[in-house]
Structures are given as C-alpha cells and as structure tokens.
C-alpha cells in the first residue's frame, strides 16, 4: 500500500454491501410497498420522515437511506445527501419518500419545488428520479 506524505485528510467512500434479495421496482405500488416497510408505525403519522431508494439500471434495489427526520409538518431534504449517496453506490436511479401524518396524499408545492430540483441535478450526473412517493396511514 502506498504511504502519502501529506497531512491533508483523506477522503474515502464506502457501500457496505451483502448477501440481501434485490428488489425489482415496475410501478409506484412497488415502490411503495418497499418503502412502507422502512416507516415506523409508532411515528408515521406523528413526524415526517425522508427516506431514499437507490436503484440499479435494472431497477432493482441497490439499498435505502434514511435522509432525515424532522417535525409534525415538515422535514429537511438535503439534495446534497441524495446525490452523493447516489454516486457512492452507483444508482442509475432514485425514488425519494417522505411521509405526511396529516394524512394528505397530494404533495405541496415544497415537496413539487424540492423534487424538482433533485430531478435537475440527477439530470446533469445520469441519475433518475423516477417518483416521489408520499406515503400516510391511509394509503
């Protein structure tokens, strides 16, 4: 192994990997029922939760990030996070998944604002997004 003279920090990525069953993602109910399973039932409709599935360009799952967790009405979702876990594990693709406790399926503009920028910057590296799912009790 090569010894570097510089005190400079390095940087090194790492994607733990394993013996796991890849899922195959066809459709938003797919999505969604691999995403249900990440989302506590003691808080899902207590505070929002990000989460992020990371896929290959077979659409099977690669893996899952939790992004953040935040209050009873909003969440922080830091593209930065998405995109860099994205080029660390080589996704082709992402579907992003934030839940709504007050039980409303329609996404707000912020979430529309915020998915859209995910799409733009995915856009210029090659990494879809595929469908942001919002995900309550009900459904």
């Known amino acids: 192994m090569k010894t570097y003279k510089s005190n400079m920090p390095e940087i090194t990525l790492k994607h733990k990997t394993g013996n796991y069953k890849k899922t195959k993602i066809s459709t938003s109910l797919d ?17 929002e939760t990000a989460y992020a599935l990371f ?64 799409v733009s910057i995915g856009f210029i590296l090659g990494i879809e997004v595929l469908d942001h799912v919002i995900v309550c009790r009900s459904g």
């Not at 999505?31 to 505070?47: G, H, I, M, N, S």
């Not at 009405?73 to 930065?80: A, E, L, M, N, P």
């Open 31 to 47: 999505a969604f029922q691999v995403l249900l399973e990440l989302y506590d039932d003691d808080t899902v409709d207590y505070k």
């Open 55 to 118: 896929l290959n360009k077979a659409n099977n799952t690669i893996g899952w990030m939790k992004i953040s967790e935040g209050s009873t009405s909003s969440t922080i979702i830091d593209q930065k996070i998405i995109v860099a876990t994205a080029l660390k594990c080589n996704a082709s693709s992402i579907i992003l998944s934030h839940n709504h406790p007050s039980g409303q399926l329609r996404a707000s503009d912020e979430d529309r604002k915020m998915t859209d920028r995910i």
